[in-house]
């Protein structure tokens, strides 16, 4: 069955140069102390959220990656309602500003998994391939 309703507008995230230009010097000094400095400087900020969800989940630390990803995902949702999201629509992946949501949405559902949050963890895929399907692949080939 085809939709005959038009899609909603892709959902664009502000850029932020200030936190960006501090999660870049994270990203030189490599630590978790520095990633979690530009998270506590800039706490509406979804791709430092992500950043150490990703660096705890890869090391093992799967609830505390969880706990990173959750918190990313939430800030990111308020300010995708305050872009003007409406629950559904594209949230592009070839959009920097973006990318911080997406990537705390991708390591959720993979934490989820982990911790046996199998419902949550297929929510949260679904909710990610729903906003971009590159944004999933990206992630995953990472």
Not at 113 to 125: L, N, V
């Amino acid at each position: 069955m085809q939709n005959l309703l038009p899609e909603p507008p892709a959902t664009l995230l502000p850029a932020n140069d200030e936190a960006d230009a501090a999660l870049a010097a994270a990203q030189e000094a490599g630590t978790d102390e520095a990633f979690a400095e530009v998270a506590a400087r800039f706490p509406t900020f979804s791709a430092a959220w992500g950043a150490l969800a990703a660096r705890a989940f890869a090391a093992g630390q799967v609830v505390t990656g969880y706990a990173y990803a959750r918190t990313g995902y939430h800030r990111g949702l308020d300010q995708l309602r305050r872009s003007g999201w409406k629950g559904h629509g594209p949230v592009p992946w070839s959009h920097e500003p973006n990318r911080g949501f997406l990537r705390c949405l991708y390591v959720l559902s993979r934490a989820a998994d982990e911790i046996g949050e199998a419902d949550e963890a297929a929510r949260c895929a679904q909710f990610l391939r729903d906003c971009d399907p590159a944004a999933a692949d990206a992630l995953a080939s990472n």
